[in-house]
């Protein structure tokens, strides 16, 4: 894609593809691999990591498709000076994002595989443009994590464990807080908390952090699935306390021409813990 | 290399496992815990059978931390295989939650295939307290700082403040974007009634809202009075000093309030300060605030003071302002009309509801009192009449004061020192304040008790002046004389203009002397109509037999130097001799006659011209000019308004005029006049039209065009009945001839027309000496046999009542009939 | 408006019905209409044509209407016409029935007690 007026917009060596684009590439650090002629297959990571988690997954689909990877704002490597309150105060915001990159990149016929939140992130992404998505593989979608007695749906939480996630979103930011920085630096009894930290992955701007839990957890997409006209699979954990089983079926009840897989894999994360089963669901219903 | 210093004892690794200062877990991939040791069992107090193959680690968590857990921690540890320092909230055997550290590492086996997690956990309660008194003190320094922003976006609103109302509401909400307080109120100081009165909160439920006398207890008032900061930190000490905070407290659940005075003037010494207003803001629990909190709360009371005293300047100057503009305007709305009756809806209307929610014109004087209300809801009636009455017959104002239970002032309307009667008015919610407006209202009422007199006066006036003119213009004019005929038409100007001079006239002078006159005396109202009357009787006490046309209007030259008003009327005036058919006429500054003789053009009568009556600088040689018309010949005397208008010039008025006058050569005398008006004027009308037409002499033959319109059909009788009326044609064969005729247009229009509203129908008539003769000619197509049902009673009547009858369908249909004249004839 | 062509008053126990001015073609119909409103239920009717100056065929083909509904509902009625005048005229020069045409009202009135 050319964009002869902007200046930045030179051949780069590095880049597979000869071109580096200037906005989503750098604000979402966009990373294409793969197949430079095969089908492209988008991997969007869910809330708490980065593009880092689909390590295991992704290489497994690179002589066939052209991988595209990338952060959300706020996270991994992403442009943390692009987080805007009002853009990123919905899913919707999130799913611009996809499809900017796609514009960005001319992607069509596109595979998206999102994880978690990135699934119904993908899900409006494909409402919206559902020219541009041939398949969505959604690995532990949920398009409400909050249980609604009144309706009869239960996701999994209730509005004070949210509240007490983004306590423990305190507890484990602390250090890492830029505003608390001074502070720290100041104390002479807690020099290690001015080092580097760790934990290198999935590294996250607490406050985005923060907001980015609230949208993700306060969310509520049910309506939108019966919009969807992707063909689309769900990938559903054992034991997954972010989306159990039930709000699986939810999905699956409600989401048209969707293909329900359950997974050996336990916890939320099956691209990690079992990447293996993860690939063969995927290749088998691709 | 060192040496490892020896124990006094040996170590046992399984004792170091158990007994370690740290938890240690161990646990499958999927998190269930397969080795735990006592220090996390005796931390946690659960026992090992409860977690070992039955519990995951996740299980242990918090429900935030489990969210965590699977968000963070997991997909972090298989990335890379350990993870440090991880806080997260274990839930013990009881329920307590112990504050821990967490360290994993993931152990893969000859495959790389992930075999087991080992972790250990730090108790982190010391740590995360320090943590949590970090993170208090991040919220200090962060609600410092955001003190100072919020201080700062209040100081720039307050710039941008121009009224008390837009003080209070940036200051209202600044105690809780500042000091997190619960809700906070308002309360201004009126120094004009005496009392502070609360006008903003952002929790109305909270708190006392009445009003308050400056002097009053509460502690509003005395920290008022004393204007410095005083911050109620609990309920025991409002009950010590502040009893009335006590319930409203307790009410809403706030132990602790801030009064806070917003003051203007010098800061360092109190006896400068003046005390606007109070900002009282209040806290959930007992707050303590800090030093630099009351700092920022004083410099907070002062900026809203200097903003306040600033906002009430340019408050009054603007009410100033717009009072005076009001009054200007609404004087201007007033003399806009000139009746009474519309000036005093106009009055209303300015009132309500911009001043008032209700208000009330009464006007005692003149034949029956008015009585105009507006707006809603009409006050108590007799409370009001009661008032009412006092103010008439004292003419001094009363105004309504706080409580009072009419709440209506009412004050006298008065003009050149006479009470006419009363306006009574509610004022409007955001005005309520009539004692403060006592100059507005009272130089309103003045104003508009002389904008009503003079209404008053002038509706007087003009019903004087109207009635003056149509018992003037009604006079009898000369009729039934079959030598000529004459028609007059006078239309009023448009609405609410007074009346104006212009006149008509036709009178015998002698049986055989006809004079007719039209005329127009400057300016309107009362004036001109007395003048034009006195023209008018002045015109017919001046003619004579002898003297003619312009001795006459010398006459009235003369005339003028006992009536003023009279000087430079225009009048155009001719005097007709019935026998022989000659006409003298002359024109004093008046429109020319427009003459139509039975062949030929319409002409304007261009001859004996001179100035109007009595001009000083015009020409006064008056002159006549005398020619014979003959019979059948139609002269139009008429006034300025029939051609004047502002859109076109004076000579195509006369253009069109004399083209309307020549297309309506045929038409009937009678309704011409009001025909030409209806074409020239229309009905929007800036000026009088006044009209004269007058038919001259019999025609040997009557020659009429009509259109296919039935109301046309009585009109074109009348012109018919008096031709031959004026022939001595007797009533039995008149009125067979009249009923033939109709007849027969009547068919004409229903049969030939039927289709064709504009067609036009010629109708001609001729007497001899033993017959009369109708011709009734039309264009039309006539359709079908004739002797339908309806109209065949009109073929039958037409044949009944003439002795010949005719048709002639060769170019429309020609109906011709002929009856003998009978012998009643004269 | 027909005011100034038509006018309803009562004499003795009728509902009297005053015509006067021109009736022609071009008010015949409106008068007509106003006369039905008013009469549709009265007992005896006088229409009273003294005074009017001229009637045409439409004049008569109303009052022919009228006097014709007003005998279908067995209402007697008399229509005043005077020995001379327009109206009398032409409602001779159409025949229009004798039997209900009287010369002045009392006798008309008498008429209708019998």
Redesign the interface.
């Known amino acids: 894609m050319q964009m002869p007026d902007n200046q930045g917009d030179v051949p780069d060596a590095s880049e597979p593809y000869g071109y580096r684009d200037m906005r989503t590439t750098q604000r979402n650090a966009v990373t294409l691999t793969g197949n430079p002629t095969g089908q492209p297959m988008v991997f969007a990571h869910g809330y708490g990591c980065d593009q880092n988690m689909w390590r295991l997954v992704a290489p497994a689909f690179a002589d066939t498709h052209r991988l595209v990877l990338f952060d959300h704002v706020g996270n991994g490597k992403s442009d943390l000076s692009a987080y805007d309150d009002d853009r990123y105060s919905t899913l919707e915001g999130y799913a611009r994002d996809i499809l900017e990159i796609l514009h960005e990149h001319d992607l069509r016929d596109v595979v998206f595989v999102g994880h978690s939140v990135s699934a119904m992130i993908g899900v409006l992404a494909a409402i919206e443009e559902p020219e541009r998505f041939a398949k969505l593989v959604l690995v532990g979608p949920s398009p409400r994590y909050i249980n609604e007695p009144t309706e009869d749906y239960v996701g999994g939480f209730d509005r004070a464990d949210i509240e007490s996630l983004l306590d423990s979103l305190d507890s484990n930011y602390l250090g890492w807080s830029s505003t608390m920085a001074p502070v720290i630096m100041g104390n002479p009894d807690r020099p290690e908390l001015g080092e580097e930290l760790t934990n290198s992955f999935c590294r996250t701007d607490p406050d985005i952090a923060k907001k980015f839990a609230r949208v993700t957890f306060l969310s509520d997409n049910r309506d939108d699935l019966l919009r969807l006209r992707t063909p689309a699979l769900i990938l559903q954990c054992s034991d997954d306390v972010i989306a159990p089983d039930c709000v699986g079926d939810y999905v699956h009840k409600h989401t048209p021409n969707s293909t329900l897989m359950r997974l050996n894999a336990t916890g939320h994360c099956p691209n990690l813990s079992a990447p293996e089963e993860t690939i063969d669901a995927m290749k088998a219903w691709l | 290399m060192t040496q490892e210093l020896r124990l006094p004892w040996d170590e046992d690794p399984d004792d170091l496992y158990e007994h370690a200062p740290c938890g240690y877990l161990t646990t499958l991939p999927d998190g269930t815990i397969v080795r735990v040791n006592q220090t996390f069992l005796t931390w946690t107090g659960y026992t090992r059978g409860e977690l070992v193959g039955h519990r995951r680690f996740r299980d242990l968590l918090s429900s935030g931390g489990q969210i965590y857990h699977e968000t963070h921690y997991a997909p972090l540890l298989r990335m890379q295989d350990e993870v440090h320092e991880l806080a997260f909230d274990v839930v013990c055997a009881d329920g307590r939650q112990l504050p821990t550290l967490v360290n994993s590492m993931l152990g893969r086996d000859e495959s790389g295939q992930p075999r087991a997690i080992r972790t250990m956990i730090f108790n982190a309660t010391e740590r995360r307290q320090y943590e949590k008194e970090l993170l208090h003190a991040r919220n200090i320094a962060e609600a410092s700082e955001r003190r100072v922003r919020v201080l700062q976006q209040i100081v720039a609103d307050l710039a941008a403040a121009p009224t008390e109302a837009e003080v209070a509401e940036s200051v209202v909400r600044a105690p809780e974007a500042a000091f997190g307080a619960a809700s906070s109120s308002i309360y201004l100081v009126d120094t004009e009634r005496d009392l502070i009165v609360a006008v903003t909160s952002t929790d109305p439920t909270t708190g006392n809202w009445d009003d308050m006398p400056r002097s009053s207890a509460r502690a509003v008032a005395r920290v008022a009075e004393r204007g410095d900061l005083h911050v109620v930190a609990s309920l025991t000490e409002a009950k010590q000093h502040f009893p009335d905070l006590v319930e409203s407290m307790r009410r809403s659940g706030r132990n602790t309030v801030v009064l806070l005075p917003l003051t203007t003037g010098p800061t360092d010494e109190h006896g400068g300060v003046v005390t606007l207003g109070v900002l009282a803001f209040s806290f959930k629990g007992e707050h303590k605030l800090t030093d630099g909190e009351l700092r920022v709360v004083r410099l907070l009371g002062q900026q809203a003071g200097q903003a306040l005293d600033r906002a009430r300047l340019y408050d009054d100057a603007r009410r100033r302002e717009e009072r005076s503009k009001f009054l200007a305007e609404t004087t201007g709305a007033l003399d806009e009309v000139h009746r009474l009756q519309p000036r005093i809806h106009r009055l209303l209307d300015r009132l309500v509801p911009e001043v008032a929610d209700w208000a009330e014109v009464r006007l005692q004087v003149g034949a029956v009192p008015i009585e105009e209300p507006k707006g809603t809801p009409a006050p108590d009636t007799e409370l009001l009449m009661k008032r009412v009455a006092k103010v008439a017959a004292s003419g001094e104002p009363i105004f309504a004061l706080e409580g009072d239970p009419l709440d209506c002032s009412v004050l006298p309307l008065t003009a050149r020192g006479l009470v006419l009667g009363t306006l009574a008015l509610r004022m409007a919610p955001d005005r309520r304040d009539a004692a403060g407006e006592r100059v507005f209202l009272s130089d309103l009422a003045d104003r508009a008790g002389l904008a009503l007199e003079n209404a008053r006066l002038y509706e007087q006036e003009r019903q004087i002046a109207r009635t003056l003119q149509r018992s003037l213009l009604a006079g009898d004019l000369p009729s039934g004389d079959n030598r000529f005929a004459v028609e007059t038409f006078y239309q009023a100007a448009g609405q609410d203009l007074e009346v104006g001079g212009d006149w008509y006239d036709a009178f015998l002078i002698t049986v055989d002397k006809l004079a007719v006159v039209v005329g127009d005396v400057v300016g309107r109202g009362i004036d001109a109509a007395t003048t034009m009357g006195q023209l008018r009787s002045a015109v017919r006490a001046l003619a004579s037999n002898e003297d003619g046309p312009a001795r006459l209007i010398e006459g009235l030259d003369r005339f003028c130097e006992r009536v003023e008003s009279a000087r430079m009327a225009t009048v155009a005036y001719a005097e007709i001799d019935l026998t022989t058919g000659e006409i003298a006429y002359c024109c004093a500054g008046h429109l020319p006659p427009l003459l139509q003789e039975p062949a030929g053009s319409p002409e304007f009568l261009m001859h004996a011209r001179s100035a109007p009556i009595g001009s000083r600088a015009g020409n006064l040689s008056r002159t006549e000019h005398r020619r014979r018309l003959s019979a059948g010949s139609r002269m139009l005397l008429y006034t300025d308004g029939l051609i004047e208008r502002r859109s076109r010039s004076i000579d195509k008025g006369f253009e069109i005029l004399a083209r309307e006058y020549a297309r309506r050569r045929d038409a009937p005398l009678q309704g011409l006049a009001a025909g030409l008006a209806d074409t020239l004027v229309g009905k929007d009308h800036a000026d009088d039209v006044c009209m004269l037409c007058l038919s001259l002499g019999t025609e040997e033959r009557i020659e009429r065009t009509i259109g296919a319109d039935r109301m046309q059909i009585a009109l074109l009788r009348a012109d018919l009945r008096t031709w031959l009326v004026a022939h001595g044609v007797g009533a039995e064969c008149r009125d067979a001839v009249l009923l033939a005729c109709s007849e027969a247009v009547a068919n004409a229009i229903e049969h030939g027309y039927r289709d064709d509203p504009f067609g036009m129908i010629d109708v001609v008539a001729t007497v001899t000496d033993d017959a009369v003769e109708v011709r009734v000619t039309d264009r039309g197509t006539w359709r079908g046999p004739l002797g339908d049902v309806s109209r065949g009673r009109g073929l039958q009547l037409i044949r009944e009542s003439m002795d010949q009858v005719l048709f002639d369908r060769s170019d429309g249909t020609t109906v011709t009939m002929r009856r003998r004249r009978g012998e009643d004839d004269q | 408006m027909t005011d100034q062509w038509v006018t309803f008053s009562r004499f003795g126990d009728a509902e009297l019905v005053s015509l006067t001015g021109?009736i022609?073609?071009?008010n015949a119909p409106e008068i007509g209409r106003a006369i039905v409103k008013r009469i549709n239920q009265a007992g005896k009717v006088l229409i009273d044509l003294t005074t009017v100056s001229?009637?045409?065929?439409?004049g008569?083909?109303l009052l022919d209407a009228l006097v014709g509904d007003l005998y279908e509902h067995g209402t007697p009625t008399r229509l005043v016409v005077g020995e001379r005048?327009?109206a009398r005229?032409?409602l001779q020069?159409?025949s229009f029935r004798e039997d209900v045409l009287a010369t002045d009202l009392d006798r008309a009135a008498a008429d209708l007690q019998v």
């Open positions: 021109e022609d073609l071009a001229f009637l045409d065929s439409a008569v083909r005048g327009a005229m032409t020069l159409c």
